[in-house]
């Protein structure tokens, strides 16, 4: 982390533009962003560190980067009741996705549910948690990584920005350009649901013709569909996958 290159708050607050990312908490090592952001704070209440020492990945599992290297973030939001919930993590991959192919240069594709790819390797990953009306969405992006600080034994092989281009980025303007795209995917889909973000999002489609794996059988993936589901051609039959983990084959 060079002396510039922190996610504390005189480095981001200017940055931020909206009204999400207010108020900004920021820890420079805590145990998860996830837990920094109590249930009494505004709809747009983001919580960031340098550092986490119990990040929390999906399906159980554990998110670890070495200190300064990564954006790890949580934000508190409030979507409306008939939302449904489980379509946040595209909303925020798309907006991780469309931040990341602006400051790179290079496409980047949204894997569902949750994931963001780039080369074919992950490069953030997003966990929405839903608590007592509200939902804290949480965003790992790997971002200035060597490749051996990067876990080797991931089911889908994983990458930073760094590891993919050979530049090392200073972390908060491209914090402030993820909230920014949040708030617009956001209000996009507050407004028409996962239609107002599906151009993006449906353009970015990782899995989208690749052969991959459902329940131990081989199929092809067909597309997210406008509910949110992910759905696969098995032997010429269409399904719906309605939640879970889809593996493909390189
Ligand atoms: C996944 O791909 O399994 C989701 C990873 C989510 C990691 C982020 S890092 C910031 C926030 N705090 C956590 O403990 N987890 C999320």
Same mark, same amino acid.
């Given at each position: 982390?060079?002396?510039?290159?922190?996610?504390?708050?005189?480095?981001?607050?200017?940055?931020?533009?909206?009204?999400?990312?207010?108020?900004?908490?920021?820890?420079?090592?805590?145990?998860?962003?996830?837990?920094?952001?109590?249930?009494?704070?505004?709809?747009?209440?983001?919580?960031?560190?340098?550092?986490?020492?119990?990040?929390?990945?999906?399906?159980?599992?554990?998110?670890?980067?070495?200190?300064?290297?990564?954006?790890?973030?949580?934000?508190?939001?409030?979507?409306?009741?008939?939302?449904?919930?489980?379509?946040?993590?595209?909303?925020?991959?798309?907006?991780?996705?469309?931040?990341?192919?602006?400051?790179?240069?290079?496409?980047?594709?949204?894997?569902?549910?949750?994931? +963001?790819? @780039? $080369?074919?390797?992950?490069?953030? /990953?997003? *966990?929405?948690?839903? #608590?007592?009306? %509200? =939902?804290?969405?949480? +965003?790992? @992006? $790997?971002?200035?990584?060597?490749? /051996?600080? *990067?876990?080797?034994? #991931?089911?889908? %092989? =994983?990458?930073?920005?760094?590891?993919?281009?050979?530049?090392?980025?200073?972390?908060?303007?491209?914090?402030? #350009?993820?909230?920014?795209?949040?708030?617009?995917?956001?209000?996009?889909?507050?407004?028409?649901?996962?239609?107002?973000?599906?151009?993006?999002?449906?353009?970015?489609?990782?899995?989208?013709?690749?052969?991959?794996?459902?329940?131990?059988?081989?199929?092809?993936?067909?597309?997210?569909?406008?509910?949110?589901?992910?759905?696969?051609?098995?032997?010429?039959?269409?399904?719906?996958?309605?939640?879970?983990?889809?593996?493909?084959?390189?």
């Amino acid at each position: 982390m060079t002396r510039d290159d922190s996610l504390a708050p005189e480095h981001v607050e200017p940055l931020l533009t909206g009204r999400l990312g207010r108020p900004y908490l920021y820890a420079e090592s805590c145990d998860s962003t996830q837990e920094l952001l109590g249930a009494d704070l505004p709809e747009g209440a983001l919580a960031a560190c340098d550092e986490q020492t119990e990040g929390r990945g999906r399906l159980g599992r554990s998110w670890a980067a070495p200190p300064g290297t990564a954006i790890l973030f949580s934000l508190l939001l409030r979507p409306p009741p008939e939302q449904v919930v489980s379509e946040l993590s595209l909303v925020a991959g798309t907006a991780v996705a469309e931040a990341v192919e602006e400051a790179m240069g290079l496409a980047v594709q949204v894997k569902w549910p949750n994931d +963001v790819m @780039l $080369n074919r390797r992950k490069v953030a /990953g997003i *966990l929405a948690e839903a #608590a007592d009306g %509200a =939902v804290v969405v949480g +965003v790992g @992006l $790997n971002v200035n990584q060597e490749r /051996g600080d *990067l876990p080797a034994d #991931a089911k889908t %092989a =994983v990458a930073s920005l760094y590891t993919s281009d050979g530049i090392k980025r200073d972390r908060a303007p491209l914090l402030a #350009a993820i909230v920014s795209r949040f708030e617009h995917n956001y209000d996009a889909w507050v407004e028409r649901g996962l239609d107002g973000v599906y151009d993006s999002l449906g353009s970015r489609d990782f899995l989208r013709g690749r052969r991959i794996d459902v329940d131990g059988e081989s199929g092809v993936g067909v597309k997210i569909d406008r509910d949110g589901r992910f759905v696969v051609d098995v032997g010429g039959e269409q399904r719906a996958v309605e939640s879970g983990e889809i593996a493909f084959e390189r």
